[in-house]
């Protein structure tokens, strides 16, 4: 039964968080890792990086040069890709790798799930992406997000709910207007910093890919709420999943809940959400439990994403808005 009341669903892909805080798009996941993070070498009077600075990057980003390693061994196409990044960092430029798409880390991870001795390179492409986007996040150009979290204050968790495909942490409570998001997960412990979080209160927010602001202790099984991004200082691990992996139960949980706002929801609005055909896990949560009829809203810059919508939800109302979130942030808000 559906009450006479709205509900209105927002799904917030890459592209949302890209526009509001400049965090990479999944084709830049991991491969622009030291591009977007190395403050570079220091340049000795010789016009080249100098011997320590040089030592320093690769101590800094040693994962991500096994992460090459591991990338050239696996695909012939990329054979020479550590020797690349090796090179740039001896002659101080900027690597531009130039990753075709069956490269990209959704790919990689599409075949990697199918490979039950993969796992220590999921954790190492898992520990990346989430360095990568911790490194990138931008809360000083966050308008996008923020703008959008605003024009909130007047609803109610009974009219809205949020599903994110992301794991960053920009989109975040708005405590001078108290406006406050409920992630509908069990947390065992909650960090004095984030004692204004209530479960039960505030408007849904479900991250179905985890967020780093949450802490997994694997030995104990246990899950925290921190004040901020995980950092090593916190111990245990960020609680994060890249998509085919195997969900955590907790994850499965969130996932089960999700499937519920999809089918309560009237209207559905996609942001910056591409909806690959590689994601079948996502295809079937939405096609499962979209009810016939329901208004969904596409909001890219991509018309051809626009067109995808129409055709794996013919029974729907679909609209597209194409538009670049940077400039057009009012094309989202409630």
């Known amino acids: 039964m559906h009450s006479n009341q709205a509900f209105q669903l927002f799904v917030f892909g890459a592209g949302a968080s890209h526009a509001s805080g400049n965090t990479p798009l999944g084709k830049d996941l991991v491969w622009d890792w030291y591009a977007d993070c190395s403050t570079f070498p220091l340049i000795g009077s010789n016009g080249k990086p100098v011997t320590a600075a040089v030592e320093e990057d690769n101590k800094e980003f040693e994962d991500f040069g096994k992460f090459l390693r591991f990338a050239q061994e696996r695909y012939p196409a990329l054979s020479n890709v550590y020797e690349q990044w090796q090179k740039a960092i001896r002659e101080g430029e900027h690597l531009i790798l130039n990753i075709a798409k069956p490269y990209c880390i959704d790919e990689i991870m599409e075949g990697l799930a199918q490979e039950q001795q993969a796992i220590q390179h999921v954790k190492l492409i898992r520990k990346i992406a989430a360095t990568h ?42 405590l001078e207007d108290k406006i406050y998001f409920d992630h509908i997960i069990e947390f065992e412990q909650i960090d004095s910093g984030r004692c204004f979080y209530q479960p039960g209160r505030g408007i849904p927010l479900l ?46 949980k969130l996932w089960n809940a999700a499937a519920l706002l999809i089918n309560k929801a009237d209207k559905i609005t996609f942001v910056g959400y591409s909806l ?9 949560l939405f096609g499962n439990n979209i009810r016939g009829g329901t208004e969904i809203v596409i909001v890219d810059s991509s018309p051809a994403v626009i067109e995808r919508y129409k055709t794996l939800f013919p029974n729907a109302r679909v609209q597209g808005i194409e538009c670049d979130l940077k400039t057009r942030v009012e094309s989202v808000l409630c």
């Not at 986007?133 to 809205?160: A, C, M, P, V």
């Not at 997994?216 to 925290?224: R, V």
Request: hydrophobic share 30%; proline share 5%.
């Open 133 to 174: 986007i911790i490194g990138t996040s931008d809360i000083h150009t966050n308008n996008f997000y923020q703008k959008f979290t605003k024009s909130l204050g007047n609803k109610s968790r009974e009219e809205i709910a949020i599903i994110s495909f992301n794991f960053d942490c920009l989109l975040r409570d708005d």
């Open 207 to 252: 991250k179905l890919h985890g967020s780093l602001d949450w802490r997994y202790e694997p030995s104990a099984e246990t899950l925290t709420l921190l004040p901020a991004e995980w950092h090593k200082t916190y111990g245990g691990e960020p609680f994060v999943f890249l998509p085919h992996e195997i969900k955590h139960k907790k994850i499965g």
């Open 276 to 284: 690959p055909d590689y994601d079948k896990d996502v295809q079937t």
